[in-house]
């Protein structure tokens, strides 16, 4: 079972370089979510996405974009990296809410920027 | 959605139960109580959840009090492969975000 997966695992940029996060998901779910974590701080939401075509802003969303085209896939943008977006991203995809459903996260994709 | 209240550290001797407790005394009724936990910087591991009643499965047992304001996570017989970061989430029924704590390093002791 493939679960949540996220390419690439490791990249380092230099300051101004864009890159694509991605992450797929085999469990058919409805919602996905981008989150990035800090050291020594949990996770914090970046944008999440309800259903294929749909997007939305999370805590910390200025410097980046999503993109969802295909309900399995849910990218995450960074157009410009800045030396503050050096860190751990992590992606998520649930069922839908009402049921309690948990998220299910994938292992990560350590980004430094220089 | 309910903020959540861990102790940052606590140590647990191997074999033995690990209780990790979690206060949400502003949780509201249809908000649900998650745990997940994170070992070397991993992504979350989903352990269990819970709404009301106490919950149980291969991991791990949910103790919610019956004014659902605190919880408790009991890992039964403590491994050293259990030690991580837990982490006790808050999160309204029909809504998508989880707002995660600093959660509480557990380090199991040989």
């Known amino acids: 079972n493939a679960g949540v997966t996220q390419t690439p695992k490791f990249r380092v940029l230099k300051t101004g370089q864009s890159m694509t996060l991605l992450c797929a998901q085999d469990?058919?779910?409805?919602?996905m979510y981008w989150y990035r974590q800090d050291p020594g701080m949990g996770l914090r939401l970046i944008h999440y996405?309800?259903?294929?075509?749909?997007?939305a802003k999370g805590e910390v969303p200025d410097g980046y974009n999503v993109s969802r085209l295909k309900k399995q896939n849910f990218l995450l943008g960074l157009e410009s990296a800045a030396p503050s977006q050096t860190s751990v991203y992590f992606c998520a995809s649930s069922y839908r809410a009402p049921s309690g459903q948990p998220q299910h996260f994938g292992d990560g994709t350590r980004l430094s920027i220089l | 959605d309910a903020k959540t209240t861990q102790p940052p550290s606590m140590d647990c001797a191997e074999g033995r139960a690990a209780n990790l407790p979690c206060n949400h005394s502003t949780i509201s009724g249809n908000e649900y109580v998650y745990w997940y936990r994170q070992i070397h910087s991993q992504g979350p591991q989903y352990i269990i959840h819970g709404l009301k009643n106490n919950e149980t499965n291969e991991m791990a047992s949910l103790i919610i009090t019956e004014d659902r304001k605190s919880s408790t996570l009991i890992l039964p017989h403590a491994t050293l492969r259990d030690t991580a970061v837990y982490y006790c989430i808050v999160r309204t029924s029909g809504t998508y975000k989880y707002i995660f704590g600093t959660g509480t390093r557990l380090k199991v002791l040989a």
């Open positions: 996405s309800v259903g294929e075509g749909t997007t």
């Open positions: 469990m058919n779910h409805e919602y």
